[in-house]
């Protein structure tokens, strides 16, 4: 399955050694002390059983320096159920844990500090489970909505993943394990991601794709990092000289590992010199026991050295990097923080992510919350009554437990409300509108004073069965936005039958709802909520929560308004995909080209309203200080997130409309007003021109907007650099 003919290029003669740059701390000096000692110590067959996998989820040590397995574990939100040395499972009490809301449900808290807890969780759960090394986070670009894998990346938008991302890695990495961040880079597509040959302007690798890379590395301080399955330029990701060696490792001073994604080596020879210092996978078709000495990165390795064809600096290389990473984490010595796991207060850190991740897209004639003169609710949906966490590949969690919007009603209202359920549709791939279903729902609706219908996307299972259910998840990508399994029907009868119809939408993003959108009074986007997901969104629901989540991303209203889409995503005679929006992705190119979303970028409803006012903005050095104040106008308390975006007004190369280069999330009580002061460095108004191969600030007057939303900005100033 992931073994290959090995093909060797002519003179492989000089060893291709990348050096992290930067002066070394105290700390980092004594690391590299010991991975020098210990490296002198290694036979040549250690060093080369250290740079390959030795089982599923493990790559070897040596033991008879004491040098422990490193233990690796899926996934970016929650450990995954027991791996061991393969994919299989344990007792669900020894390996339940807790369920993070996904990636993206994180990203739309537009919290910071947030990311840092969920990094924290995670990472404390890992170590109490005794993993090394946490596979995540997922931060590739939300360039088009049909990526299978959304759910776990985080936005469209490069400056919001870099904040969020430095926080995730910080909180996972305090807690002693390492973080690795993935995956690095260009991976929008899933169906043939193995195959799929990426190709853009270096404007657009600089400006969209690699800054949240950038971010971890040299902000967040990951720990490791993982290739794609993808090409780019021609090479794979997982070793290509210009991603890795130039890039990563030479340019932005990249001290730990480079591993690949499993099974994403497919050369020795350019896996050796072009950046990859651990190989993993596992051959299925051969488990129990397969062969690992014959990865790409196995014995044929200490042939090519014993021979002189590669210098063994080269191994060198990979495993100072690899001791580095255990050292710096106390794999190889020290104390490591125990962990916690499935403790109150990682259930409840699940929950708060989720009560500022849940997005209110629309609410007429304040339907939400729902009030008190509200006494029967009809909740209709196959997933208000599923469970998720074992969806999606290789990000699922074997959840302790998992609340479903049904059970949170339920265990919220108490007897406040009286509930039915109708499933009003079946989840199989191709299902088709079930009219007796409908019918059921539809009449459940008619006696109810409102209607909730919990729809949208969903996840498959398992690897065994994902492909007939699965929308969101590895290795599969939507074929279109339309809403599956007859769900558009369904949403229509019901609302005809009761138009007090609150419609909530699971999924990693955007579905066409353009069929009831209009005549559907409220529309809530749930995501993926996590274990106490049921919880947040029925709080919401009934008004003890006030929602302060935004959109990471663009919601078109039909696929093809996108600029992946119109522009074209995929290649269809041949293996390259040409990234021809090139730095146009998501509102860069709703707003420029001045096509109308269905939901803007940053877009999200309150119970509350805010105002916004004294925009101050003031000249430092090469960048600038801007000053407002955001006032809670109405009656109960909330939160806002107030979002900078720049706009320069003539520059040499074309530039988007406006880009996200600041924001805060405030909270407020009612008729309480703060301060925002939001600090804009050079890089704020500076744009990569790929004539100079660099980053330029051009003099000239810039627009500085802040507002709720990409397109509900409400002041406005100028600041001339």
């Not at 050694?17 to 700390?27: I, K, R, W, Y």
């Not at 946490?134 to 936005?155: A, D, M, T, V, W």
């Not at 924001?663 to 704020?684: C, R, S, W, Y």
């Not at 051009?698 to 500085?704: A, L, M």
Request: glycine share 10%.
């Amino acid at each position: 399955m992931f073994y290959r003919t090995i093909r060797l290029l002519p003179a492989l003669v000089a060893s291709l050694v990348v050096t992290a740059a930067g002066a070394q701390t105290s700390g980092e000096a004594a690391i590299n002390a010991k991975v020098a000692n210990t490296l002198k110590k290694l036979t040549l067959e250690e060093k080369v059983a250290m740079i390959h996998a030795n089982s599923g989820f493990t790559s070897p040590g040596v033991s008879r320096l004491g040098i422990r397995e490193l233990v690796m574990s899926d996934g970016p939100h929650g450990v995954r159920r027991e791996q061991g040395r393969y994919w299989g499972d344990a007792t669900p009490s020894a390996d339940s844990g807790t369920y993070l809301p996904v990636g993206v449900c994180l990203a739309a808290t537009w919290n910071p500090q947030l990311g840092y807890d969920f990094g924290s969780v995670l990472g404390s759960e890992a170590a109490y489970r005794g993993k090394d090394v946490i596979l995540g986070p997922g931060i590739n670009i939300i360039r088009s909505p049909l990526n299978g894998r959304n759910f776990e990346y985080q936005s469209e938008d490069p400056y919001l993943v870099s904040r969020l991302v430095v926080g995730y890695i910080k909180g996972v990495q305090d807690q002693g394990v390492s973080a690795c961040v993935k995956h690095y880079a260009a991976n929008s597509i899933e169906t043939r991601r193995n195959f799929v040959n990426v190709l853009m302007s270096e404007r657009a690798l600089r400006e969209i794709y690699l800054p949240g890379f950038k971010a971890a590395v040299q902000e967040g301080g990951v720990n490791t990092l993982m290739g794609a399955y993808n090409k780019f330029r021609g090479q794979y990701c997982t070793h290509n000289d210009y991603l890795i060696n130039q890039v990563l490792k030479k340019e932005w001073g990249f001290k730990g590992l480079v591993m690949s994604d499993w099974g994403a080596v497919h050369n020795t020879v350019e896996a050796l010199y072009y950046g990859c210092d651990l190989e993993m996978g596992t051959d299925l078709s051969m488990l129990p026991k397969p062969d690992y000495t014959k990865f790409f990165l196995g014995d044929t390795v200490v042939a090519l050295v014993k021979s002189g064809r590669v210098a063994e600096t080269v191994i060198d290389e990979k495993v100072r990097r690899i001791l580095y990473v255990m050292y710096k984490t106390n794999v190889v010595d020290g104390q490591r923080k125990k962990g916690a796991y499935n403790t109150k207060a990682h259930q409840q850190t699940a929950e708060k992510i989720a009560e500022e991740g849940i997005v209110l897209l629309k609410n007429d004639n304040k339907t939400l919350p729902l009030t008190n003169a509200v006494k029967s609710v009809a909740v209709i949906g196959y997933n208000a009554d599923r469970k998720q966490s074992m969806g999606g590949g290789s990000s699922q969690v074997r959840a302790f437990y998992e609340i479903t919007p049904l059970q949170g009603l339920k265990n919220v209202a108490g007897n406040q409300l009286n509930i039915t359920y109708s499933k009003g549709y079946n989840i199989y791939r191709g299902a088709q509108a079930d009219a007796a279903l409908i019918q059921e729902a539809a009449e459940a609706a008619r006696k109810a004073d409102v209607a909730i219908v919990v729809g949208g996307w969903t996840h498959g299972y398992d690897y065994n069965v994902w492909a007939d259910n699965a929308y969101d998840a590895e290795d599969v990508d939507k074929p279109d936005m339309k809403m599956p399994f007859g769900q558009d029907e369904l949403i229509k009868a019901v609302l005809e039958a009761n138009p007090k119809t609150v419609v909530v939408l699971m999924g990693g993003g955007a579905i066409d709802v353009s069929q009831w959108a209009a005549g559907t009074p409220a529309i809530v986007q749930a995501w993926y909520p996590g274990t106490e997901g049921g919880t947040a969104l029925a709080k919401i629901l009934l008004g003890q929560v006030n929602p302060s989540g935004k959109l990471p991303m663009t919601f078109p209203k039909k696929l093809e308004d996108g600029p992946a889409e119109k522009l074209g995503m995929y290649a269809k005679d041949s293996i390259n995909m040409y990234y021809t929006d090139d730095i146009y992705v998501g509102y860069r190119y709703f707003d420029t080209k001045q096509v109308e979303p269905q939901f803007a970028f940053g877009h999200g409803l309150s119970y509350t309203s805010f105002a916004f006012g004294n925009l101050t903005v003031t000249k430092s050095g090469k960048g600038a200080t801007v000053s407002f104040t955001v006032k809670n106008t109405g009656k109960v308390a909330g939160a806002e997130v107030a979002q900078l975006y720049v706009r320069q007004e003539v520059s040499a190369l074309p530039r988007p409309y406006k880009e996200l280069k600041g924001f805060q999330k405030i909270a407020l009580q009612p008729g309480e007003e703060k301060k925002v002061t939001i600090a804009l460095k050079e890089d704020a108004f500076s744009y990569y021109d790929d004539n100079k191969n660099a980053w330029v600030l051009e003099p000239g007057v810039f627009d500085i907007m802040v507002g709720s939303s990409s397109r509900t900005t409400q002041l406005a100033g100028k600041i001339n650099l």
